[in-house]
């Protein structure tokens, strides 16, 4: 294979039970991550698979009434079909009761023994199944386990343990040396101050029950199940038998868990490396948990996400895209399915599926359906390329430091800017008149570019609807084939009959939804309030009741679960103040930062979807249509706080 080497993973997951959102979110995330490093040339092997040793599926199995073995082949078989139906691309597929991974935790096993840093030691301690984890009965939260809750059991058994203790200088050094390698920072800090705390040496075998790798040279001892796991990262690149692929692949560019396994990860998975003597992996990242409506999920709660329902009724590329784009990758998240439904509606059917819409049906009307070669050029044309060299740039960046959500809204800057485009241009008006049409080609050539750059930044998330976009727009293939240099501008050839079809992201039903934020359209008069008769007159002291003040927007925020409202922070001069407003459907919230606007300012407080709006901010729009708004803004600038009268 030609490219540099980038070898990228999922934590393999536990086959007690089916797979669930997080599960769902990581794959998700290591796949398009995958998708786009292939896009960019790289020769990737992207790796997922299932964790299907020790008690806590032991015990499952025999409460079904299956031995282990067919209990965990029907689990596996289940994640496998999962990641089939959310187009998962994983070069390999893992299980730890592969013969090659049981040769490769054996030899690991071993070495670790010849190198002396494994020895006969006896354990009494308190145990965690859920976990399988051992915990000092200092660290243990009200007698339970610190990391879930559970009841923890007491045990004492022989065991083999490894020298951990020995490892802390080694990594706190090779730590500081390498910063890129805990990600994110915050997690760094945490691991830092884990290792500082001392560490203790790790049981690393157990006898108590049988489901596992069996050590060696012990009979009655089977292999401790993190270590077990953590090989698995090796045996899949050829650790046992093929030295020439496991050089090319080792290290691992980033293995990418969740923030509960970041320690196994980066603490004791390097100490084992390092006895091995083999180079740690590039990055671990430990990314955010995912709550329901607030809540931990939990079977009991029986709040689960399946993801296959989502998939199912909104489509694969509506739940990648929802999961990526909801949250910063690094930090929590919350689920709900209105908060899905509003982002898929916002972002996917109003911005992308209505650009190809409007494209498309405007190369038709005033092109013959043909993509036109530019024109004349204003500088309102030359913005849109200078914005989609900058987004795209900006996007990259932030795929590679796997800021998904960054990544993403960078190409809906793009997008966004480019539905603007379409108002302030006018197609329809250029049309008209000679000068008009000189320019025509220019806007329409324009919009079909950003919409074809767009689809191809974001084709490693939108697995199906950037292929039909691309169908749409005319263009043969896949765009995740034509490699991420496609993004690059002027790339699109005029002459291109474009195919209008079906609209591309469906707009979901939200009745339900959207009675419950009505009352958050501040642009709206309140329905109880009576609109007054056209033919009544106020005096002037009717209107100095109302406080207008110049505002500007210091910063401003999309309000979560909503595709209508803007957080904003304005300065009013004397103080700084929240507003809600219902324009984010018109308004990106980048566009409205530094804005001088004019609002009310002694309008009783309201809350809207759980923010306090601490004012009104003026906009005009027109009664026909809805779509059509206008924030007013200051014909010069003027000091923030300034009356208005
Ligand atoms: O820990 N939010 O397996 P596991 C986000 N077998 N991600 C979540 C999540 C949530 N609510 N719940 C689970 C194991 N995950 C071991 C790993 S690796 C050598 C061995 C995701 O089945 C997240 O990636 O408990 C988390 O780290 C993983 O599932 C845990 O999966």
């Given at each position: 294979?030609?490219?540099?080497?980038?070898?990228?993973?999922?934590?393999?997951?536990?086959?007690?039970?089916?797979?669930?959102?997080?599960?769902?979110?990581?794959?998700?995330?290591?796949?398009?991550?995958?998708?786009?490093?292939?896009?960019?040339?790289?020769?990737?092997?992207?790796?997922?698979?299932?964790?299907?040793?020790?008690?806590?599926?032991?015990?499952?199995?025999?409460?079904?009434?299956?031995?282990?073995?067919?209990?965990?082949?029907?689990?596996?078989?289940?994640?496998?079909?999962?990641?089939?139906?959310?187009?998962?691309?994983?070069?390999?597929?893992?299980?730890?009761?592969?013969?090659?991974?049981?040769?490769?935790?054996?030899?690991?096993?071993?070495?670790?023994?010849?190198?002396?840093?494994?020895?006969?030691?006896?354990?009494?301690?308190?145990?965690?199944?859920?976990?399988?984890?051992?915990?000092?009965?200092?660290?243990?939260?009200?007698?339970?386990?610190?990391?879930?809750?559970?009841?923890?059991?007491?045990?004492?058994?022989?065991?083999?343990?490894?020298?951990?203790?020995?490892?802390?200088?080694?990594?706190?050094?090779?730590?500081?040396?390498?910063?890129?390698?805990?990600?994110?920072?915050?997690?760094?800090?945490?691991?830092?101050?884990?290792?500082?705390?001392?560490?203790?040496?790790?049981?690393?075998?157990?006898?108590?029950?049988?489901?596992?790798?069996?050590?060696?040279?012990?009979?009655?001892?089977?292999?401790?199940?993190?270590?077990?796991?953590?090989?698995?990262?090796?045996?899949?690149?050829?650790?046992?038998?093929?030295?020439?692929?496991?050089e090319r692949y080792w290290?691992?560019?980033?293995?990418?868990?969740?923030?509960?396994?970041?320690?196994?990860?980066?603490?004791?998975?390097?100490?084992?490396?390092?006895?091995?003597?083999?180079?740690?992996?590039?990055?671990?990242?430990?990314?955010?948990?995912?709550?329901?409506?607030?809540?931990?999920?939990?079977?009991?709660?029986?709040?689960?996400?399946?993801?296959?329902?989502?998939?199912?009724?909104?489509?694969?590329?509506?739940?990648?895209?929802?999961?990526?784009?909801?949250?910063?990758?690094?930090?929590?998240?919350?689920?709900?399915?209105?908060?899905?439904?509003?982002?898929?509606?916002?972002?996917?059917?109003?911005?992308?599926?209505?650009?190809?819409?409007?494209?498309?049906?405007?190369?038709?009307?005033?092109?013959?359906?043909?993509?036109?070669?530019?024109?004349?050029?204003?500088?309102?044309?030359?913005?849109?390329?200078?914005?989609?060299?900058?987004?795209?740039?900006?996007?990259?960046?932030?795929?590679?430091?796997?800021?998904?959500?960054?990544?993403?809204?960078?190409?809906?800057?793009?997008?966004?800017?480019?539905?603007?485009?379409?108002?302030?241009?006018?197609?329809?008006?250029?049309?008209?008149?000679?000068?008009?049409?000189?320019?025509?080609?220019?806007?329409?050539?324009?919009?079909?570019?950003?919409?074809?750059?767009?689809?191809?930044?974001?084709?490693?998330?939108?697995?199906?609807?950037?292929?039909?976009?691309?169908?749409?727009?005319?263009?043969?293939?896949?765009?995740?084939?034509?490699?991420?240099?496609?993004?690059?501008?002027?790339?699109?050839?005029?002459?291109?009959?474009?195919r209008r079809g079906e609209?591309?992201?469906?707009?979901?039903?939200?009745?339900?939804?959207?009675?419950?934020?009505?009352?958050?359209?501040?642009?709206?008069?309140?329905?109880?309030?009576?609109?007054?008769?056209?033919?009544?007159?106020?005096?002037?002291?009717?209107?100095?009741?109302?406080?207008?003040?110049?505002?500007?927007i210091l910063e401003a925020?999309?309000?979560?679960?909503?595709?209508?409202?803007?957080?904003?922070?304005?300065?009013?001069?004397?103080?700084?103040?929240?507003?809600?407003?219902?324009?984010?459907?018109?308004?990106?919230?980048?566009?409205?930062?530094?804005?001088?606007?004019?609002?009310?300012?002694?309008?009783?407080?309201?809350?809207?979807?759980?923010?306090?709006?601490?004012?009104?901010?003026?906009?005009?729009?027109?009664?026909?249509?809805?779509?059509?708004?206008?924030?007013?803004?200051?014909?010069?600038?003027?000091?923030?706080?300034?009356?208005?009268?």
């Amino acid at each position: 294979m030609s490219g540099l080497p980038f070898y990228v993973t999922t934590p393999i997951y536990y086959v007690n039970d089916l797979p669930h959102l997080g599960h769902a979110y990581t794959t998700i995330a290591c796949d398009a991550l995958a998708r786009y490093k292939r896009m960019r040339g790289y020769d990737v092997i992207f790796l997922t698979g299932t964790d299907e040793h020790g008690q806590k599926i032991e015990r499952k199995a025999v409460a079904e009434g299956h031995s282990p073995k067919e209990y965990v082949d029907r689990i596996t078989a289940a994640f496998r079909d999962l990641w089939g139906e959310l187009d998962i691309s994983n070069d390999h597929f893992i299980r730890t009761t592969d013969a090659e991974h049981v040769r490769a935790v054996q030899q690991v096993f071993q070495k670790l023994y010849d190198a002396g840093d494994i020895y006969l030691g006896s354990y009494e301690g308190w145990y965690c199944t859920p976990c399988e984890a051992f915990f000092p009965e200092a660290q243990l939260k009200e007698g339970n386990c610190p990391d879930c809750g559970r009841p923890v059991e007491r045990l004492q058994e022989q065991s083999y343990f490894f020298r951990l203790s020995k490892y802390g200088e080694p990594l706190l050094r090779y730590i500081e040396a390498n910063p890129g390698f805990i990600q994110p920072a915050s997690r760094r800090h945490e691991m830092v101050n884990f290792i500082k705390g001392g560490l203790e040496d790790l049981c690393v075998s157990r006898t108590t029950f049988k489901w596992g790798i069996p050590v060696p040279f012990a009979p009655g001892h089977v292999v401790y199940v993190w270590l077990d796991a953590l090989t698995n990262y090796l045996t899949a690149i050829g650790y046992v038998d093929d030295p020439e692929r496991f050089e090319r692949y080792w290290p691992a560019d980033v293995h990418v868990v969740g923030k509960e396994i970041v320690r196994f990860h980066s603490v004791i998975w390097p100490a084992v490396l390092m006895s091995l003597g083999l180079p740690l992996p590039k990055c671990v990242f430990g990314h955010g948990w995912w709550t329901v409506e607030g809540e931990k999920m939990s079977k009991s709660k029986g709040n689960v996400i399946k993801p296959k329902e989502y998939a199912d009724e909104f489509g694969v590329d509506a739940l990648r895209y929802f999961v990526l784009r909801e949250a910063p990758f690094g930090q929590d998240a919350d689920f709900s399915r209105m908060s899905f439904i509003y982002r898929v509606n916002a972002d996917l059917a109003n911005d992308l599926g209505n650009l190809l819409s409007r494209t498309t049906a405007m190369i038709n009307k005033f092109a013959g359906g043909v993509i036109p070669a530019a024109g004349e050029w204003t500088d309102l044309d030359r913005a849109i390329p200078e914005l989609a060299g900058e987004t795209i740039e900006k996007a990259a960046g932030a795929f590679d430091r796997l800021d998904f959500q960054e990544g993403m809204a960078q190409v809906f800057r793009l997008v966004g800017a480019a539905n603007k485009y379409v108002d302030e241009a006018a197609p329809w008006l250029l049309a008209r008149t000679d000068e008009g049409r000189r320019r025509l080609g220019t806007v329409l050539y324009n919009l079909a570019e950003s919409l074809r750059i767009a689809t191809v930044a974001l084709s490693p998330v939108l697995t199906r609807k950037a292929a039909e976009i691309w169908t749409q727009l005319g263009l043969d293939g896949e765009p995740s084939d034509a490699g991420w240099d496609a993004t690059r501008w002027g790339g699109l050839a005029p002459g291109i009959r474009v195919r209008r079809g079906e609209p591309v992201f469906p707009r979901f039903d939200t009745k339900a939804e959207v009675a419950s934020v009505s009352a958050g359209k501040p642009a709206d008069r309140p329905a109880d309030e009576p609109a007054p008769p056209e033919s009544d007159l106020i005096g002037i002291e009717d209107f100095a009741r109302v406080d207008l003040r110049v505002a500007t927007i210091l910063e401003a925020k999309r309000v979560s679960g909503s595709d209508k409202l803007v957080k904003i922070q304005v300065d009013l001069g004397q103080e700084r103040r929240q507003i809600v407003a219902g324009i984010a459907r018109h308004y990106s919230p980048e566009e409205l930062v530094g804005k001088q606007v004019v609002v009310v300012a002694n309008l009783k407080p309201a809350t809207l979807r759980g923010e306090v709006s601490n004012g009104m901010l003026l906009a005009a729009s027109t009664a026909k249509d809805p779509k059509e708004l206008s924030v007013l803004t200051l014909d010069r600038p003027i000091a923030s706080g300034s009356k208005v009268k």
